[in-house]
């Protein structure tokens, strides 16, 4: 079975300073690793992933993030913070094969300080 | 433009009155998903589509149902709705169920109060 612990529920980080989400999987398998994004009243959209080759992922919005598989861990950063970015992260996994379904962490809300 | 519509946005409701959600996708996407969004939890899926007429249930399926008769439509039904069922609720499609063809779209929500 798979699963996502995201750290922290809610995380503050002033405006310009270095933002990191923190995400580890647990997958028996190979995983697939996914970050959403949630913007106040709307759906989740892909910021990010991870499939295969480059363990470095960039998405959008000047987000990426690292799969270390020695450390069972995805976490997401971004170099500066800007007050856009406030809204609701998700990590999410999949194994690249077999019959698991997308597997979501519980999120975190990044809150931007002026 | 490829999109997920779910309608409506809001909704307040009593206890035991049956209501439909629709969720319609646009990209001829074969799995489609509903979820639950509740404070603390995530999201937790509720019921799934593989392709048409093909249903399964998710983590959370008590007291919703769903249909499939088009490959674009997947609703979602409470025929007796509680007061534990106040949640915001999302659509989602894709391509597939497994590896990297599950990007998921996501409709914009249903925010629905059971009174």
């Known amino acids: 079975a798979q699963s996502v612990t995201q750290l922290g529920s809610h995380v503050s980080v002033s405006e310009g300073a270095l933002v990191l989400l923190r995400c580890n999987y647990s997958s028996s398998v190979p995983p697939y690793l996914f970050w959403y994004v949630q913007y106040p009243n709307q759906g989740l959209q892909l910021l990010l992933k991870y499939t295969t080759g480059a363990t470095l992922v960039k998405g959008i919005n000047g987000f990426e993030a690292e799969f270390k598989k020695s450390e069972t861990s995805f976490h997401l950063t971004k170099p500066s913070a800007h007050m856009s970015d406030a809204a609701e992260y998700f990590c999410?996994?999949?194994?690249?094969?077999?019959?698991?379904?997308?597997?979501f962490g519980t999120g975190t809300r990044l809150t931007i300080i002026p | 433009e490829a999109q997920v519509t779910q309608n409506p946005r809001y909704l307040i409701t009593v206890t035991g009155k049956k209501l439909t959600v629709t969720c319609s996708q646009n990209m001829n996407h074969e799995y489609m998903s509903w979820y639950r969004q509740d404070p603390g939890l995530g999201l937790r899926q509720i019921y799934y589509s593989m392709n048409v007429e093909v249903t399964d249930k998710g983590d959370v399926p008590e007291g919703y149902k769903v249909s499939r008769k088009e490959k674009r439509n997947f609703p979602l039904i409470l025929e007796s709705p509680s007061p534990n069922q106040t949640s915001l609720y999302f659509c989602?499609?894709?391509?597939?169920?497994?590896?990297?063809?599950?990007?998921?779209?996501f409709g914009a929500g249903t925010r629905l109060s059971v009174l």
């Open positions: 989602a499609s894709s391509l597939a169920r497994t590896g990297d063809r599950n990007i998921q779209y």
């Open positions: 999410a996994v999949i194994s690249n094969f077999g019959n698991e379904k997308l597997t």
